[in-house]
């Protein structure tokens, strides 16, 4: 049981004190919010003893603590500080008078998930919120409830958890699935707007890959800082937001939202590399938001504006996609080739699955052989390989080709590759614009690996 105390009031911090019971002798790891990334908050003061209230050693390891623990109960407690009041985005915490926003792995110290296997079941969990009076606490687990019971350890640690006393809160059902909206702060469009992508988004979203893969989606937006949109999916089922003051609801903000509904299957149900976690990901972003709006042009303005940041980026035919995310190339999504060749790399397979099936297959079909694998396989884990071996399946050789040429290789891709490839996704001829003047604004977030 944990104990969740919320101090809006400065020095803002959280005093949280939680129980575990033991059923055997010896020590055992907590694991605690890593300092060294950007979760912003520190842990502070950390004590245990028994439950008569005699000390228990408390060790510090690598990424925690080892507690000595006698058989029984053990109570610790700690203090949890905050760098920033609001968050910087929306991977980091932010806890002030008016507002918290958190990540679950960013808050609790916990036992350790590695310690525990399928013959061992993770202790169960049960949380409680001690907040300002009028608040409301949403969490991917529940909203404005006694007590949460994180289900597994992931749930846990990959939830957001955020409490105001001005949360507007909203549910819906779409793509058969039931879903939380939480939102506070003004912007310019109103919050059924923004309920009405998250909709479309995962409605579009199942109908393309198969239903949506968890019971139930919360989805909560915040106010950050000017330039600090950011959007992730934590944990397998739940999308945080943080979102400029005054943002306009704009082809650029609904892509976001598609693409963090997308990362439920992507990210969430599926682990890849991050030219596809990423890339594709916005990929079907774009066509999925250009289907729910009608607007073709959607996809086609996006393709093209990815294009034009890949142009500039000067590694594009020196480094492969693989290469890049294992050298750890930082940079926002307009600097990468993951993001950005990525997706032109889902528009190119897309048009070559297209034509070489005579439309009859699509990358959907791809992305569910995928899904498929995933479900049944360790970590959810789909290799390159494998999506490569699926690839030549759904679309025959031309579809191998472009992927020796652009998801493995580092040929250039031109403006006319993506001039085809958009044809034959939307059947119509989309030209690209003349070169845009003012490029996408960063969005910093992405899935925990
Ligand atoms: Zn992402």
């Known amino acids: 049981m944990y104990d969740v105390d919320v101090f809006a009031s400065p020095p803002a911090h959280l005093s949280v004190e939680a129980r575990i019971t033991t059923t055997t002798t010896g020590s055992f790891a907590l694991v605690a919010p890593s300092a060294s990334v950007s979760s912003g908050t520190d842990v502070e003061g950390l004590v245990a003893t028994d439950d008569r209230g005699r000390p ?63 013959e061992r079941p993770y202790p169960v969990i049960r949380v409680h919120f001690i907040t300002p009076p009028g608040w409301h606490v949403v969490t991917a687990w529940g909203v404005d409830e006694d007590a949460y019971a994180p289900p597994t350890s992931g749930a846990l640690f990959g939830s957001t958890l955020a409490a105001a006393p001005d949360y507007r809160i909203y549910r819906d059902t779409a793509g058969g699935t039931p879903f939380v909206l939480a939102v506070r702060g003004e912007r310019h469009f109103s919050d059924s707007a923004l309920e009405q992508v998250i909709a479309g988004s ?60 997308l990362h439920l299957w992507f990210g969430g149900a599926m682990d890849t590399d991050r030219w596809w976690t990423e890339g594709v990901t916005d990929y079907f972003a774009a066509r999925l938001e250009a289907e729910w709006s009608g607007r073709p042009e959607d996809l086609a303005d996006l393709c093209y504006q990815s294009l034009r940041n890949y142009q500039h980026i000067e590694r ?53 052989r995928m899904l498929a694998y995933a479900r049944q396989a360790p970590d959810r884990r789909v290799s390159d390989a494998r999506i490569r071996d699926y690839a030549l399946e759904v679309g025959g050789p031309a579809v191998e080709r472009v992927w020796r040429q652009v998801v493995a290789g580092t040929a250039l891709i031109s403006e006319a590759d993506v001039t085809d490839a958009l044809r034959a996704v939307t059947g119509l001829p989309v030209a690209a614009p003349a070169p845009i003047a003012k490029e996408r604004k960063s969005l910093i977030g992405h899935p925990k690996p």
Do not use: C
Not at 204 to 211: K, V
Not at 222 to 251: C, H, N, Y
Not at 356 to 362: H, I, K, P, R, S
């Open 56 to 118: 228990v050693v408390v060790q510090p390891a690598a990424n925690g603590y080892h507690v000595a623990a006698p058989a029984g109960a053990v109570r610790f407690r700690y203090r949890l500080d905050f760098q920033n009041g609001v968050a910087l985005s929306s991977t980091g915490a932010g806890l002030n008078e008016t507002h918290l926003y958190a990540v679950g792995r960013g808050v609790f110290v916990a036992p350790d998930p590695a310690a525990y296997g399928r």
């Open 202 to 261: 995962l409605r579009r979203a199942s109908e393309t890959l198969g239903g949506v893969p968890v019971p139930e989606v919360t989805y909560t937006s915040d106010l950050g800082w000017k330039g600090r949109t950011s959007g992730s999916l934590q944990g397998r089922a739940s999308v945080g937001l943080i979102w400029e003051p005054g943002e306009l609801l704009g082809l650029a903000r609904t892509h976001d939202l598609f693409h963090e509904t």
């Open 316 to 368: 594009d035919t020196s480094m492969t996609m693989d290469q890049e995310q294992r050298e750890n190339v930082l940079g926002d999504n307009t600097t990468l080739l993951v993001y950005r060749k990525g997706m032109l790399a889902g528009l190119l397979l897309d048009g070559a699955i297209r034509r070489a099936t005579d439309g009859e297959a699509t990358l959907g079909d791809l992305a569910r």
